[in-house]
């Protein structure tokens, strides 16, 4: 199989997901905060009786910080609600495509109700490409259709 095809073949599970950070949405912003901070993750999932209904990254974050929001205020007010997912069983493309066409650098990973059980990242993407597809990841020029516009050499 050539590397295309086993990205089309191979699921998000295989490339393995971490443990999300999860809150419930009645927590306030500080407390999340304070979550992110403590577990070093750069996003937290937001649950309403286990199921996820938004997101709230570092992002978030920088624009409350920067506009002196209410810190007490709820997690539910700010994040971003109705996040793109993926299923453990998608495709790597598929995670993938999602994250490009959305500009995402993570996506939850949900079972078939919608409950968080993992994390996708961007980076745990190229991990899993460069171990299981080395030989064509490494042999891939920094720009594969490049073309000198002037003359090269003596």
Known sequence: MDFQLNLNVESVE????????????????RHTLRMMRAKREGSVLVCHNRILVGVFTERDALKLLACN????????EVMSRSPVTVHARDTVATAIRKMSFGGFRRLPVVD????????????RIVRYMVEHFSKSVY???P???AMTQEREGA
């Open 14 to 29: 295989r490339a393995l997901p971490t443990a999300p950070l999860i809150v419930e949405s009645y927590q306030t912003i």
């Open 112 to 123: 078939n109700i919608g409950r968080p059980i993992g994390l996708i990242k961007a980076s």
């Open 139 to 141: 042999n891939l020029p």
């Open 69 to 76: 929001a209410d810190l007490d205020g709820c997690i539910e």
């Open 143 to 145: 720009e594969p259709h």
